[in-house]
């Protein structure tokens, strides 16, 4: 799949495995199996004021897999022609980004953490930052 003709059906909801005790609960990820790339890079928001966004760009080649360790947040999906809302409150499950898909990090609740799993280190020339820059990016 061209990372330019990806769309936001290709992005997915990926349920995480949970072990139960009475203790509490054990979500388990696993590199190529329980997602389909090694993490090469973890970084987590949280404390994200009220009201405000994150995100606001795309990646040419880098997948993530993002959750909401705690409380709830929506992930505005858009491939340059369709958005998709994907709202995220449970830490058993991840969504699936895959290259190509221009997002946004909205309606964070109070005390909300999201936790990002990515396949690549940070590479500046990876992100495209400028919506306009996105849609040519996508057309040609």
Known sequence: MKNKKTTVYDCSIIELNKHHANEGNLTVVENNKTIPFEVKRLYYLYDVPGGESRGGHAHKKLQQLITAASGS???????????RTVTLNHPYEGLLIVPGIWRDLVDFSSGSVLLCLASEKYDETDYIRNYEEFKKYKES
Do not use: I, P, R, W
Not at 73 to 83: A, I, P, Q, T, Y
């Open 73 to 83: 947040f929506s992930v505005v999906l858009d491939d340059g022609e369709v958005k």
